[in-house]
């Protein structure tokens, strides 16, 4: 099993600002199978990136990832109030099933 | 494309609850299923995944032997029969269509264990 290491555990930035979020794995993501989501209270996880640097379907180019092999990162620019959320990776290289690291909590 | 759950509730520990997925929008008996969970204040945890024939199935270690998934092609459903229920069970329980990278999500369903 692949373990996913998220760092920091919590990020407080300012409206404006870039955020950096990094995800660690314990063993290398080929294919760069990682994922990102954002999870606010009550509602379900919404896809960011998926296979480390591909934006989904209507998310503004202010979200990137980059990475490869056992790190990776989300990068957020231009911050603004409404992007405070969990921020989870997510592996899916290693089958069946997959693995999401713990979280980090953004506050804006 | 829609994910419809229902089912969640309050379940006594040893009881059983069966929550359900209801597809529409594509064509469900093209795509794996899975269902992922959120513990209150915890993360997102990987529960179980079907393929889309319900040739194969797959669970979380702290679930296999408990939990059953299951899938209807024919009515566009998905299942979640849990059973021998724990308080550690107590959280959101999501549908996701695929796998791999899940776009497409259930709004969640609350079930709580407790006596």
């Known amino acids: 099993e692949i373990v996913l290491t998220q760092s920091p555990a919590t990020l407080s930035l300012s409206p404006g600002e870039r955020a950096t979020l990094s995800c660690g794995a314990s063993?290398?993501?080929?294919?760069?199978?990682l994922a990102w989501y954002q999870k606010k209270a009550g509602l379900a996880p919404r896809l960011i990136i998926y296979?480390?640097?591909t934006r989904a379907t209507g998310i503004p180019d202010r979200f990137s990832g980059s990475g490869s092999g056992t790190d990776f990162t989300l990068t957020i620019s231009r911050l603004e109030p409404e992007d405070s959320a969990v921020y989870y990776c997510?592996?899916?290289?290693?089958?069946?099933?997959?693995?999401f690291g713990q979280g980090t909590k953004l506050e804006i | 494309v829609q994910l419809v759950q229902s089912g969640g509730g309050l379940a006594q520990p040893g009881g059983s609850l069966r929550l359900s997925c209801a597809a529409s929008?594509?064509?469900?008996?093209?795509?794996?299923m899975c269902w992922v969970r959120q513990a209150p204040g915890k993360g997102l945890e990987y529960i179980s995944h079907?393929?889309?024939?319900?040739?194969?199935?797959h669970y979380g270690d702290s679930v296999r032997g408990r939990f059953t998934v299951s899938r209807d092609n024919a009515k566009n459903s998905l299942y979640l029969q849990m059973n021998s229920l724990r308080p550690e069970d107590t959280a959101v329980y999501f549908c996701?269509?695929?796998?791999?990278?899940?776009?497409?999500w259930g709004q969640g369903a609350l079930v709580t264990v407790s006596s």
């Open positions: 996701a269509r695929g796998t791999a990278w899940l776009f497409y």
């Open positions: 929008g594509f064509t469900f008996s093209d795509y794996n």
């Open positions: 079907i393929t889309s024939t319900g040739s194969e199935t």
């Open positions: 063993q290398s993501v080929r294919r760069g199978y």
């Open positions: 296979d480390a640097s």
């Open positions: 997510q592996q899916y290289h290693v089958s069946p099933g997959f693995t």
